[in-house]
């Protein structure tokens, strides 16, 4: 990064250097297999600093995610008007960046202040992105434990998101998609820690990653918020310690969340932007951009049509981009991983079904929110490559029980050989009898 990318590339790399030391030392303060949580960023770190930086040298960044430009933009007009460069608004861009109202404004800070620090460098701040992005893969790790108590399933699924291509195109650009995926992550384990005690440090990391995701996609938030309350409302035990443990945790985070003006923010938002008439404005501008638009005479704006809409856009949301379909190198590269995620079907339907079975309650968090996200993005999703590139918000958590399916499939087939051994063994042995007695 030094050398490729000078002068931009040293800022870049004390970036990385500062956000990975911090990552790396929480992660293995707080597991037992140090060797693995640190193998297993450094290799998504890896893969990620390496695809931005192909993008930063061959300026690919329209071609892979454009929205960089609108947040180095409005990141840099932010740093100038904290050291006192500018305060006045010249233009909608200017206005958008200093506002906390916009949709995504997170992003805007997040940037600004990664530049207060190291000047006007997006590679620094796309990099900072490629490390959150790595630091998803250990958080799966502990998310997925805490759910199934199994080292395999949380190794396995730890590995999968830090090597899936998807993973390390959106978090390894200068994009809100790597930050999105990480606090959900974040906020599902902190929900299951406290599900189990109540933890101060826990309760506040989970009200870090509720506001974080408010203010990079505030739609998320309300879906967060229903699995959080559900999940604290059903709970993993009914002893009334436990009641009594989980209706404090409510409280707190509810009263955490007044404190903070996010329910403020968040009623603002929903009044703004929730209600169906938006979302079909929305959907038919994302069903008409370029060529990957699909069901584009879909009217969601009642509620008979956004259900009506559900299994046409559950498709497309699952399973797009279809390699007759595909009109776009975009689309044709995507083709060897998207055939992958289908071969991993039959295994993700075998993990939910055990889940179901034996860990439903455990998991029910991971659960509410990714039913009801799938849902969301079904009937508001318009266009492939958004859906494509959003379904990653699912996709973490789909492939922990996939990993599941994995380690049953495996398990399952040890148990057939040992099964088949100790049947050749008996037979072998009748053999010997038989022979002895002749």
């Known amino acids: 990064m030094t050398f490729v990318g000078f002068p931009d590339g040293a800022a870049s790399l004390l970036v990385v250097l500062a956000a990975s030391l911090i990552f790396l030392g929480i992660f293995r303060h707080h597991s037992d297999d140090k060797e693995f949580v640190t193998n297993v960023f450094l290799a ?3 893969l990620r600093l390496g695809f931005g930086i192909l993008v930063h040298l061959f300026d690919l960044r329209g071609f892979f995610g454009g929205d960089a430009a609108t947040y180095d933009y409005r990141g840099f007009i932010l740093m100038q008007t904290w050291i006192g460069g500018t305060t006045q608004v010249l233009d909608p861009m200017t206005a958008g960046a200093l506002s906390t109202s916009a949709v995504g404004w997170g992003m805007n800070y997040v940037v600004g202040f990664i530049y207060l620090l190291v000047g006007r460098n997006i590679l620094a701040a796309q990099s900072f992105c490629g490390v959150v992005g790595a630091a998803t893969a250990p958080m799966v790790y502990y998310c997925a434990k805490k759910i199934f108590g199994n080292d395999r399933v949380a190794k396995n699924s730890a590995w999968v998101v830090a090597l899936f291509p998807a993973f390390i195109i959106w978090s390894g650009q200068l994009l809100k998609d790597g930050l999105i995926v990480f606090l959900l992550v974040l906020a599902m384990t902190m929900l299951l820690l406290l599900q189990e005690k109540l933890s101060p440090v826990a309760l506040l990391l989970l009200l870090f990653s509720l506001f974080g995701i408010l203010a990079l996609r505030f739609y998320i938030f309300y879906l967060v918020g229903v699995a959080v309350a559900g999940s604290f409302v059903v ?11 989980r209706t404090a945790a409510l409280v707190f985070l509810g009263l955490g969340l007044t404190y903070f003006g996010v329910t403020r923010t968040a009623t603002e938002d929903i009044n703004t932007y929730g209600n169906l008439e938006k979302v079909q404005v929305s959907r038919l501008d994302l069903a008409q951009e370029g060529k990957s638009g699909f069901a584009e005479d879909t009217d969601v704006s009642t509620t008979q049509g956004a259900i009506s809409a559900i299994p046409v856009g559950f498709v497309y949301l699952m399973f797009a981009p279809f390699p007759w379909e595909a009109s776009s190198l975009r689309q044709v590269i995507t083709l060897p991983e998207v055939l992958l995620w289908w071969a991993m079907m039959p295994l993700l339907a075998y993990g939910l079904w055990w889940t179901f079975k034996h860990r439903l309650r455990a998991a029910l968090p991971v659960l509410i929110f990714t039913l009801m996200l799938t849902l969301a993005y079904s009937i508001f999703q318009g266009n492939v490559g958004t859906a494509y590139r ?8 789909l492939f922990i029980f996939i990993a599941v399916g994995w380690q049953l499939y495996k398990e399952r087939a040890a148990d057939r050989k040992l099964i088949a051994l100790n049947n050749r063994r008996r037979f072998e042995h009748a053999l010997r009898a038989r022979a002895e007695q002749r």
Not at 390 to 397: L, N
């Open 44 to 46: 998504g770190l890896i």
């Open 390 to 397: 959003q379904r990653t918000q699912i996709q973490v958590f």
């Open 235 to 245: 709970g993993i035990s009914s002893t009334s310690g436990s009641l009594i443990r």
